[in-house]
């Protein structure tokens, strides 16, 4: 598989982690000028879920989840703004920033989810 591919598929494997986990998949890739978020979704409280997926081949500079650095939280933080400006029904919601940190195994994914990752 090419890189694409491969986030493709985790990305398909998050959603599929999270709905597992009774969370409901609202948004895939949204994408704006600002930035993309990766899975938007609803959790049973009703807490607005914004979950970065991310996968690296090596741990040799931190694994998927030390990614998400200032500047990546930054994109994720104003594409969130675009997305709430865009739907305001979602700005009454609390939000909550997530990392599925996806680490390929034999049949699937090892799946670290770290709730809270980061806040506005």
């Not at 694409?4 to 609202?26: D, P």
């Not at 931190?62 to 930054?74: F, L, T």
Request: positive net charge.
């Amino acid at each position: 598989m090419d890189r694409r591919q491969l986030g493709s598929s985790a990305e398909h494997a998050a959603a599929t982690f999270l709905e597992h986990e009774r969370l409901t998949i609202l948004l895939r890739n949204y994408r704006c000028r600002m930035g993309e978020l990766d899975l938007v979704a609803s959790a049973p409280d009703g807490t607005l879920v914004i979950a970065e997926v991310r996968m690296r081949s090596s741990d040799s500079h931190g694994g998927a989840a030390a990614s998400v650095d200032g500047r990546k939280q930054r994109r994720i933080l104003r594409a969130s703004r675009h997305l709430i400006t865009m739907h305001p029904r979602l700005a009454r919601r609390a939000i909550r920033f997530d990392v599925l940190d996806m680490r390929p195994e034999a049949g699937g994914y090892a799946i670290n989810w770290i709730r809270h990752a980061f806040s506005s």
